[in-house]
């Protein structure tokens, strides 16, 4: 033999040696085939050396589908050496072992001694097959006996609109088969049951072999949801080639997944930690039933209702431009006709007696009114005087305020140029706040001093950051949430998204459709409100250019910066709560709360505003508070449950912020937060309550603040006692409520300086309550909640209330969304009655 030779044979032999030795079957092993019958049970035993082979046929027609369950239970106690069933069917093979064991979390053992299992269903091509399928029997232990049966499944069929009922273990899982009828696109599978424990799985899985019904493989295909006492899920015919699924309920072996307890199982010192624990009779009641999901015309009809609700908004706003539009066309012939020189005194006096107040006491400017869209081109003030030579245009709130001569005033603001330095407004205003500070009250006018190109670059910077944060804060929005719903429709997992299952509606790709376009409101009444504010602004211009005399020196100073920066926010609401509610979870919760913050505090500068033009802050100062809002929000989101650290800071934080803003509104800006606080603080309560006892200087700002203070204070010490959950929504609680507050003060502080509401603003403050209430009172059903687990959230979930297609939450978009922009409206329009009054008549609170 060669050299090469001798080595491949040492080769060989070496790997010879090294192959594990392959067992050989005992050489008395008895093999005993059994022909057997549906419906009977069969108790025998097995052992080492005896195999049992069960023979069952049946006919299998191609158009009738039966289910056939295999029941088997070992009544011996050889947990070491279990009993291995073998189900050969003509395509398919099931086998399994009894005792069944499962493991559930840290890797505990379950054992279970009766098992089912129903057979997969092999597919035939002929009218009618006779079908074959074989149970082995074995085991390596000593004289094990078992029982055997095997029957057909009734109602294996799921029929539309039936309900059925079953019960279901860990080991001995249940699934039915659906066809969908041939007019029928889309089903919804609702299974319910009495009892939330123990913890149930639900999925549908296409009619393929194996169906995978255990606890330990159910999550490996198709869709799945887990289930205490609601499931639902919504099937597509387009998803299933063969036009029918499965439905699986399998219960888990433990319940912790669903928000039950981890049991506690105490082990005997013989027990090693690995020994399974026999879970006893660990079963549920459920029942099934699928019904049609809504057709295509719901879609359409949906979509077009969604449209005219918000487009019937901008034909109301369209029909009150054109009436505000006649209005100015016919005062400006009534005004032209007075002054006509062909007119004598008695015609005079009657055209006079003739013309509403409301005409005499509007200023040239006013078509910028809630919806106007005019040229507001018409006479000047002087016309008027000239004209009604005696007739006086008086303002009588608060003792004498008439239009004495007001083109003929000097202006209040400078001409300079615009300079960089300007923008320190919270520090250049502290000269003019020493000079006025011997005044017991202030006016306006005292604070509405700087040059109006200034102020308008100023405020504009409110629009032009947010809208720049909108972006950088949309895009990776977006992005993440289309790849959780890629997760969502990869996976099959349900329980990444907190839908309501019994109302989501899909399209696409997207799972609950409904609760996206609902939010639609936002985006197009944002739109509009954004289109009225650009219109006033342009006929506030065309008065500026005009030099007129209203426009100049009259009313609360016009800054339309901030309003644009509300409309803003508002569609951005709508684009970040859609986005949120493609796949709504814990993690993406801040994103359909961060502008509502932005609205609350929007709305609040805008109130301040409104008698502080000079002195509000600056849009990096309060962006930049928003900003700590919303990173306060996302740590008491992530960190906040349940740490009592964070809520005592919080709550110092919120007690504070408190006290600094009642101090600014109490002395209307006029005081520093510097070194010297202290000192000063000191000072005032020694002279006024300890030298002297004096009553407060404003006796109703410090009542309303008093009462402000006692509501926040009574929010801090509920955060800090009970601790909510959801810190986004109790913050953005405390945001709403301190904007209500603020918006009280001010309408009590504007009737208390004798100033009135006109009609539009006084409708749109009822209006805009009773549409809130409503809002409200649908936010507060409460369908889903991340706070829980999935499963205990899809106990909330509700069937559809309007047109078969929107649900509460829906309903709370749209109401809520029509009472945000009439809020704006509100803000808009409240101060309109002060468009005749000079700014040095108008008060400061």
Known sequence: ???????????????????????????????QEKEAQFNTTYIDWVDANLLNIYAFNHSVRRN????????????SDHKDLPVLFVVRQKEAVVSFQVPLILRGLYQRKYAYQEVSRTLCQPQTKTEVETQYFYVDVSTLSRNTSYQLRVTRVENFVLRTNERFSFNATAAQPQYFKYEFPKDVDSVIVKVTSAMAFPCSVISIQDILCPVYDLDNNVAFIGMYQTMTKKAAITVQKKDFPSHSFYV?????????VCGGALPYYPLSKDDSPDEPVDQHNRQKTLEVMVSPAITSEAYVRSVLFCLGIFLSFYILTLLIACWESCRQHKRKGLLAAMDSPSM?????????????DSFLNHGPYDSYGYGSFGNGSSSSTEAVTDSLGSTEVSYSYVGERSLENVAGRPRLDSLSSVEEDDYDTLADIDYDKNVIRTKQYLCVADLARKDKRVLRKKYQIYFWNIATIAVFYALPVIQLVITYQTVVNVTGNQDICYYNFLCAHPLGNLSAFNNILSNLGYVLLGLLFLLIILQREINYNRALLRNDAHALE???????GLFYAMGTALMMEGLLSACYHVCPNYTNFQFDTSFMYMIAGLCMLKLYQKRHPDINASAYSAYACLALVIFFSVVGV???????????????????????????????GRWKLDSGILRRILHVLYTDCVRQCSGPMYVDRMVLLVMGNIINWSLAAYGLIVRPNDFASYLLAIGICNLLLYFAFYIIMKLRSGERIKLIPLLCIISTSVVWG?????????????????AESREHNRDCILLDFFDDHDIWHF??????????LVLLTLDDDLDCVQRDKIYVF
């Not at 009259?554 to 339309?560: A, E, L, Q, R």
């Not at 992530?638 to 109490?666: D, E, M, P, R």
């Not at 109401?815 to 704006?824: H, R, V």
């Open 344 to 356: 004598d005194t008695a015609s005079l006096l009657g055209h006079s007696r003739s013309i509403p």
């Open 248 to 256: 699986v309920v399998v219960v888990k072996t433990e319940d912790e």
């Open 638 to 668: 992530v960190f906040g449950k349940g740490n009592t650290a964070f809520w005592i800071v919080f709550s110092v934080i919120h007690i504070v912020a408190t006290l600094l803003l009642s101090t600014q509104l109490y002395y209307m």
């Open 554 to 560: 009259c009313g609360i100073p016009k800054h339309f």
């Open 64 to 75: 009738r589908t039966e289910g056939v369950r295999v029941s088997v239970n070992v009544l």
């Open 774 to 790: 409503f809002a409200l009172f649908f936010f507060f059903q409460g369908l889903s909640t991340w706070q829980k687990t999935p």
């Open 1 to 31: 033999m060669s050299g090469a030779g001798a080595a491949v044979l040492a080769w060989a032999l070496l790997a010879g040696a090294l192959l594990p030795v392959r067992p050989q079957p005992p050489p008395n092993r008895t093999v």
């Open 815 to 824: 109401l809520s969304s029509i009472a945000m922009f009439g809020s704006f």
